[in-house]
C-alpha cells in the first residue's frame, strides 16, 4: 500500500462559521458529496465531504471536519485528489479500527483506510475503460465483510467486487443490462443474510444474491434513484424509487411480500424536478420519510413528505435554503448534534474566479421534523416524577455487551428498538405493554438475525406512549477481549 500524503493549503482549509447564528461553513471550492462518520471515535459524527479538482485552486479531494461533540465543526484533515465523485461513504471495509472513506473516481472504486495518523489509498480498478457512475456497499456473499456494487451507465452493466476480509478484493464481476443504469442500491431483502442488488434506469430490477449467482426480478416501473427501506415497519425491506422530468418527480413504492415478491402498493408526485433524495426517519414516530432535494436553487429547494403509514405519505412540508450562488447541491442525513434525531446536511457547489469557498449548511432537527439553524443538544433530568421514562445505558462505548436500563412511572405501550446512523431499524429489544416500574436489558451488538453489526455509532430508541427517550451508543467490536 502506498502512504498517502495528507495535504494542507492555508489559503482555503480553514473551516468556520458564515454567521455565528447560523450553521454554515465555509469550505474548499467545488465540494460534492458529504457523509457522516466517527472518524476519531469519540462518539459523535464528524463530516466527509468529496471535492472536485479545481483549476484555481489546484486542489481536490477529500476534507474532513470534526465535530466537537455538541455540533459545532472545525477543520481535521484533508488528502488530494484529481477524482470526480458525486457518491462517498464511510464504513469499516478494510481498517478494523477507523471508518474507511470510500468514493469512485472514474474507472476505479478508492478507499482511503486510517492507519493511526495516516491514511492510505487503495485503488480497485474495474477494468476494460469503464466508467464507474455510482455505487453502493453491502455484505453480498453473507461472508461478514462490506462488498462494493456499482453501475456504469455508458457501458451498460452494473457489477461488484467481493471484499475477501484481508484488506483486499476479488477481480471484478460484471452483468450486463439492455439500458444504461443510474442508481444502485443493496439490501437484504429476503433475510438470508445476504444483501441484494437494485438497479434502476430505463427498467428497474432487483437482483437477489444466492450461492450461485444472482436472480433476477423486473419491477413495474423505470426510475432514476432508489433507496431499500422499511417503509412499513414490519421488519421487512422495502422499495421506493423516483424518476423526474424536471419540473415534476414521481415516487413508486413497491411493499415486500415476503418470499422474493413485492407489490406495486402506491406512488405519488413530487411537483418539483429532483436530483436527490434521502429517505430516513425525521419525526420521531419509527416511520421512515422521504426528503426530496429539488433542481430549483432559488425557491423551494427541500421538499419533506412524512410517511403515515400503510404506504401513505402526507402533503409535503417545504424547506427553504439560501442561494450562494451555487450551481448544484448534495446532502446527507444524520444526527450531527447527538440527541437522537436526523439533522440534514447540505453542501453548495460553488464555481466562482474570485476563489470563492463552496459551503456546508447544517440543518438541525427538533425531533418533530422541524428544523432551525443551530445545534440542539438532548437535556436529561433526574425528577423522574414527571417524566414517562428514563433510559440509562452503559458501558458507552462498548465491545462486547451494553445493560440498558429504563424506568417507567405508569402502564404504558413500551417498545425498545436499535437503529443505525442511517435511521434503519437494527432489532427489536422490547415490544409489549409493561407496568410501572424499573426493567433492566442487554444487547450484545447483534442484529435481528444474531448476526454481528459493524463497529460504529448506534441508537437506542425507548418509545413509552407518548413520550421517547434515545441513548447514542458506540459498538468498537475489534477491542472485544479473546481468551486463548
Not at 194 to 204: L, Q
Not at 367 to 382: A, I, K, R
Amino acid at each position: 500500500m502506498k502512504k498517502l500524503t495528507i495535504t494542507l493549503l492555508l489559503l482555503t482549509f480553514f473551516s468556520f462559521k458564515l454567521a455565528e447564528i447560523r450553521s454554515i461553513y465555509n469550505i474548499p471550492m467545488q465540494a460534492d458529496a458529504v457523509t457522516a462518520s466517527d472518524l476519531d471515535l469519540d462518539g459523535d459524527l464528524d463530516i466527509v465531504i468529496k471535492h472536485s479538482i479545481n483549476a484555481q485552486t489546484e486542489w481536490g479531494g477529500i476534507y474532513m471536519m470534526q465535530n466537537d461533540g455538541y455540533g459545532h465543526f472545525e477543520y481535521l484533515n484533508s488528502a488530494f485528489d484529481t477524482a470526480i465523485a458525486w457518491t462517498i461513504y464511510s464504513d469499516t471495509i478494510i481498517s478494523k479500527t477507523y471508518p474507511d472513506i470510500v468514493y469512485h473516481s472514474n474507472d476505479s472504486i478508492v478507499f482511503l483506510s486510517r492507519d493511526g495518523d495516516d491514511y492510505f489509498r487503495i485503488q480497485s480498478y474495474v477494468g476494460g475503460g469503464s466508467k464507474v457512475n455510482d455505487f453502493d456497499l453491502g455484505d453480498v456473499d453473507g461472508n461478514g465483510h462490506l462488498d462494493v456494487v456499482f453501475i456504469s451507465n455508458n457501458h451498460h452493466y452494473w457489477g461488484l467486487i467481493f471484499n475477501q476480509g484481508d484488506s483486499s478484493f476479488t477481480a471484478p464481476g460484471y452483468y450486463d443490462v439492455d439500458y444504461p443504469p443510474t442508481d444502485i442500491a443493496c439490501d437484504d431483502l429476503n433475510d438470508d443474510n445476504r444483501e441484494d442488488i437494485v438497479i434502476t434506469g430505463a427498467s428497474s430490477e432487483i437482483y437477489f444474491s444466492n450461492d450461485t449467482g444472482f436472480e433476477m426480478q423486473p419491477l413495474q416501473h423505470n426510475a432514476g434513484h432508489v433507496r431499500i427501506t422499511d417503509l412499513d415497519n414490519d421488519n421487512y425491506k422495502d422499495i421506493i424509487t423516483f424518476s423526474d422530468a424536471y419540473f415534476m418527480s414521481f415516487v413508486h413504492l413497491y411493499e415486500n411480500l415476503g418470499n422474493n415478491v413485492f407489490d406495486t402498493v402506491n406512488d405519488f408526485n413530487v411537483p418539483e424536478g429532483c436530483s436527490d433524495f434521502f429517505v430516513t426517519d425525521f419525526n420521531n414516530d419509527s416511520l421512515p420519510d422521504a426528503l426530496f432535494l429539488t433542481y430549483d436553487t432559488d425557491g423551494n429547494s427541500l421538499l419533506l413528505y412524512f410517511n403515515l403509514g400503510d404506504f401513505q405519505f402526507g402533503h409535503e412540508k417545504i424547506i427553504k435554503l439560501d442561494n450562494y450562488g451555487e450551481s448544484r447541491r448534495f446532502m446527507h442525513c444524520a444526527d450531527m448534534d447527538g440527541n437522537g434525531y436526523e439533522d440534514i446536511l447540505i453542501t453548495r457547489q460553488v464555481f466562482d474566479t474570485a476563489y470563492a469557498p463552496s459551503y456546508l449548511e447544517i440543518l438541525f432537527n427538533d425531533g418533530h421534523g422541524n428544523f432551525v439553524e443551530n445545534p440542539l443538544t438532548s437535556v436529561q433530568t433526574s425528577d423522574f416524577k414527571h417524566q414517562t421514562s428514563n433510559l440509562n445505558c452503559y458501558p458507552n462505548p462498548f465491545s462486547d455487551r451494553v445493560k440498558i436500563e429504563y424506568i417507567l412511572v405508569k402502564e404504558h405501550k413500551t417498545e425498545l428498538n436499535i437503529y443505525n446512523m442511517h435511521g434503519q431499524k437494527i432489532k427489536t429489544l422490547v415490544d409489549k405493554t409493561l407496568q410501572k416500574g424499573k426493567y433492566k436489558t442487554t444487547w450484545d451488538g447483534t442484529d435481528k438475525n444474531g448476526k454481528e453489526v459493524s463497529s460504529g455509532v448506534y441508537i437506542i430508541s425507548l418509545v413509552a406512549g407518548r413520550q421517547n427517550q434515545s441513548c447514542r451508543l458506540v459498538y468498537n467490536k475489534w477491542t472485544k477481549k479473546i481468551d486463548y
